[in-house]
Structure formats: C-alpha cells, structure tokens
C-alpha cells in the first residue's frame, strides 16, 4: 500500500502497464454480465438522470424504450449503480460495429450534454473504495488482458492511461503526485 496526501493506493495502481485496445477488448467494461452495472456516487445520480435525454439518440431502439419506462440508476443511497439490460450490457451502450461504447459519453463530446458519464467508468479498471478516505485498486479482469498487453508493448502505465480521469476525480496536484511516484521521482508513506 502507498499513502500519497491522504490516498490510499494499492501498488499495482502505479506500476501496472495498461492502454484499453478497443478492437480488441470491445469495449467488455460496459457489458460485462453478473451483478450491478458500474457504481454511482450519491452526487451523479441527478447528472445521469439529466443525461438519459442526450444519449437516447445514440442508443438501439431496446434501450430507448428500456429508458422510457425506466429509471437508469439503481439502488439507494451510498450504493446506486447504472441499469444494465439482461445483467449484462449498461442501459448506455450502443455499438460502433463490434465495440460497446458510451452513448452518454458521445453526448458529452457531441456537445449535448455536460456529463461525460460516471467516474467509475472513467476510472475503470481503476476501483476506489472508502476506508477513511479513498482507497484506489487495480481490477485485473481477464477482459482487459488487450490493454495489458497494449500498455506492456507501448510502455504505458495504467496512471498515464487514466490522467483526465484521475484530474477529475481528485485533482492534478495528486495526479502529479501519483505520476511521479510512478516514476520513481518520489516516495509515498507505507
């Protein structure tokens, strides 16, 4: 473990080589089957609610009408997550040929939205958990194997893959902290 301000991370969070491959993952974070869909913060829950509007034209016609008649987040407070369709693909996917992809995110670099979709998303395969304060894990999953391998043959660490979302969920002076520690420039507490 790695204490970075008052971060917790696990080591494999900085030392991970990892750069999502698309072709050849096809987009497996957003349609992986058995259980909730991706985690909510009790703060997006109102921004992906405000979202549906702008995504629906990007979505297949199922999840249309799944959305029309439906709310998109599950759960309660301190753990609501994002509907998925036949507990697999998120209520958000639509596909680009075979790739899953984000139809609240095409909304946000299409300009009609201002959410861009959930930091757990954002963040993946990064998980962050609460134990006093954030506790940020790497999720080895055998879908993401593409982007090991990606990342191993290109030499890109997980933190560089994930800079916008790590800024955006806790700022660039921790990012800058996390990044140098990367690169061993700098030494965290255990």
């Known amino acids: 473990m790695i204490l970075l301000d008052d971060l917790l991370l696990q ?6 080589h990892f750069a999502c491959d698309l072709q050849r993952c096809k987009g497996a974070c957003c349609t992986m089957s058995g259980g909730a869909g991706a985690p909510l913060l009790d703060s997006e829950v109102d921004d992906l ?3 549906v509007a702008a995504a629906l034209p990007y979505l ?43 139809g609240i995110e095409r909304a946000y670099h299409n300009g009609e939205s201002t959410f861009r979709k959930p930091i757990s ?16 894990h790497y999720e080895m999953i055998a879908e993401c194997e593409p982007g090991r391998d990606n990342g191993e043959a290109n030499n890109v660490l997980l933190v560089e ?7 955006r969920a806790f700022g660039e002076h921790a990012y800058s902290r996390m990044l140098a520690y990367a690169h061993g420039e700098e030494e965290g507490d255990l």
Do not use: M
Request: aromatic share 10%.
């Open 11 to 16: 080591e494999q969070v900085l030392t991970t």
């Open 49 to 51: 609610r405000g979202a």
């Open 60 to 102: 297949p016609e199922r999840s249309r009408t799944w959305l029309g008649e439906n709310d998109p987040v599950e759960g309660q407070a301190g753990d609501y997550s994002v509907a998925c369709l036949d507990d697999a693909d998120c209520v958000f996917v639509y596909y680009d040929g075979a790739v899953a992809k984000c």
């Open 121 to 136: 998303c954002h963040l993946f395969p990064i998980r962050v958990a609460q134990f006093g304060g954030p506790y940020l």
């Open 161 to 167: 893959t994930l800079r916008e979302p790590l800024i």
